[in-house]
């Protein structure tokens, strides 16, 4: 009998059973090995703060909107979007995947899933790549999404807020693309993985004062060509748009929760003409989307591991057998400033 990992309402995991679906002709059966939890967007869910849990998104009109049926509603059970598995068995009409070969994607918490034929043969694990890096396809492709968005020049400044998993991430590739990074984050432990890592050329700590004046002294009073807001804060965010050059760029990438009273649009941004760009990994750039879409930004992350470009295994801090999935997010919640990615293990 298979099993996941649901959601029963705010603040309550559960191990579920579920029946086994069909293998239909063109699909292959995939069996979890390795599923990450993002600090993010599940978190959300777990505290109930996600907009979709309390208004309805009208897919239409691209809006939120009130209604007495929410997108979402408890028990969660489609939830988790960083998994890898092995298949272990193919319906009689597949032909370009084979057994034991893994694929990563997004299916949830949860023990065995069937994925269309297509679906597998886009996504299959690099051979050379430790099978639990595949854990990072869902993440890495929204950080290279960003990444994009920030159109970031060789030579220039890019300030990452926020130094979590995505921020990690983010700061690699930026660095990668021949920036001069400068890390911002609250906690030190984050910013000497960072330096440790060869992500950033400058670390700032929040706390010993405003980092956008810092930024703004490294740089003879510019400020950054680039930020890039990864916290989902609204005072980072608002910290980021300071730290900004004038009629330069912020990209946004944090998924922000109810107000924003930190965010001061009557001044720096009012002010030094600051674009402010949302980044989601729902849809890329205009001008890129003839040539790039989720599936080959999960690819290309994938490459980049593969080939030691990135360097993402130190972001891996705590693994947590299925058998005690009920206790997956206690670090999380626990001791945050000691966490950053943990995977569900179900090997």
Known sequence: MAQRL????????????????????????????????????????YYGSS?????????????????????????????????VGRVIACGPEVTTVKENQLVYGAWGHRTHHNVDEDYAQHRLLPPELDPMLGIFSHIGA??????????????????????GVLGQI????????????????????????????????????????????????????????VSIEVTGAAPALNEAIRATAYSSKVVAMGFYQGGANALL?????????????CSQISGVA????????????GQTIMRLQAEGSLNLKPLITHIVPFERALAAFDPIIQTPTQTLQVVIDFT
């Open 51 to 83: 907009p979709h849990l309390h208004k309805r998104w009208d897919t239409d009109r691209r809006l939120f909107v009130a209604s007495e049926q929410q997108t979402v509603d408890y028990p969660v059970t489609t939830w988790g979007y960083e998994e």
């Open 170 to 225: 983010v700061a690699q590739l930026a660095k990668r693309s021949g920036a001069y990074v400068i890390g911002v984050d609250l906690q030190e432990s984050r910013l000497a993985l960072a330096s440790e890592l060869k992500a950033i050329d400058m670390a700032i700590n929040a706390r010993t004062g405003s980092a956008a004046e810092q930024i703004k002294a490294a740089t003879g009073n510019r400020g950054a060509d």
């Open 142 to 163: 929204t950080a290279l999404n960003g990444v994009h968005d920030a159109r970031i020049r060789i030579g220039e400044t890019v300030a990452v807020f926020g130094l």
């Open 286 to 297: 205009a001008e890129a989307s003839y040539r790039w879409d989720r599936i080959r930004l």
């Open 265 to 277: 649009l009557g001044e720096e941004f009012h002010h030094n003409r600051i674009n402010l760009v």
């Open 6 to 45: 649901i959601l029963s309402a705010p603040q309550q995991l559960a191990l579920e059973a579920y029946d086994d679906q069909p293998l239909q002709a063109h699909e292959v059966r995939l069996q979890t090995l390795y599923s990450g939890i993002s600090t993010g967007t599940e978190l959300t869910a």
